[in-house]
């Protein structure tokens, strides 16, 4: 399994830059310091696990920041959402990517997903808005996986598993990730 690298997907956290539309129902500190802390709890949670390489993929490339925990950093580069996820994660043979942001991922959840990928060409975490907070692929991929796919909709997961016609897909936990205030408030409520 040392083999395996895990992604994280990430935004340098500055004031303004980060989770915009949860900054439009709770103001754009609010917003840098929830981000800030998931950021923390992904890297704590993940990022020194032996059972894989952990790199932070990051946005601006060349974004000067203060990273919570030091880890080697590669540059996202330019395109869309998926052109670089994929930029991310062609380099590696068996690769999983989470974003930053997603409250409640643990090193069993990446372990599981490694897990899938031995009986799986791809696997998803499905977040319950009906796109995804994991992606895993491995060496038996499309060559465009995230080609025509409606991002921050109820149809990205679709969308995204559509391109991967005739191969095996997996799936993991399905998490709630946090876009919008009210995405926050029914996390408060299950997590006070």
Same mark, same amino acid.
């Given at each position: 399994?040392?083999?395996?690298?895990?992604?994280?997907?990430a935004r340098a !956290?500055?004031?303004? %830059?980060?989770?915009?539309r949860? &900054?439009k129902?709770?103001?754009? +500190? *609010?917003?840098?310091? $929830?981000?800030?802390?998931?950021l923390?709890?992904?890297?704590?949670?993940?990022?020194?696990?032996?059972?894989?390489?952990t790199?932070l993929?990051?946005?601006?490339?060349r974004?000067?920041?203060r990273?919570p925990?030091?880890v080697?950093r590669?540059?996202?580069g330019r395109?869309?959402?998926g052109q670089?996820?994929?930029?991310?994660?062609?380099?590696?043979?068996?690769c999983?990517?989470?974003g930053?942001?997603? !409250?409640?991922?643990a %090193?069993?959840?990446?372990?599981a &997903?490694?897990?899938?990928?031995? +009986? *799986?060409?791809a696997? $998803?975490?499905?977040?319950?808005?009906?796109?995804?907070?994991?992606v895993?692929?491995?060496?038996?991929?499309?060559?465009?996986?995230?080609a025509?796919?409606?991002?921050?909709?109820?149809?990205?997961?679709?969308?995204t598993?559509?391109n991967?016609?005739?191969?095996?897909?997996?799936?993991?936990?399905t998490?709630?990730?946090?876009?919008?205030?009210?995405?926050?408030?029914?996390?408060?409520?299950?997590?006070p």
């Amino acid at each position: 399994m040392r083999g395996d690298t895990l992604v994280i997907f990430a935004r340098a !956290p500055r004031l303004g %830059a980060v989770k915009r539309r949860l &900054a439009k129902g709770i103001g754009a +500190r *609010a917003a840098l310091r $929830f981000y800030v802390g998931q950021l923390a709890a992904v890297l704590r949670a993940t990022a020194r696990d032996r059972r894989w390489r952990t790199v932070l993929a990051v946005t601006p490339d060349r974004a000067p920041a203060r990273w919570p925990m030091a880890v080697p950093r590669v540059a996202q580069g330019r395109g869309d959402l998926g052109q670089r996820m994929l930029h991310a994660m062609r380099p590696h043979r068996r690769c999983v990517l989470v974003g930053s942001d997603i !409250p409640g991922v643990a %090193a069993s959840d990446i372990a599981a &997903a490694f897990r899938a990928l031995g +009986r *799986a060409d791809a696997v $998803f975490g499905p977040a319950r808005d009906g796109g995804y907070w994991l992606v895993g692929l491995g060496p038996r991929r499309p060559a465009t996986p995230f080609a025509a796919v409606r991002w921050s909709t109820r149809h990205a997961l679709a969308d995204t598993e559509a391109n991967f016609a005739g191969r095996r897909l997996a799936r993991v936990r399905t998490l709630r990730d946090v876009d919008t205030a009210a995405d926050l408030v029914a996390l408060r409520k299950r997590n006070p």
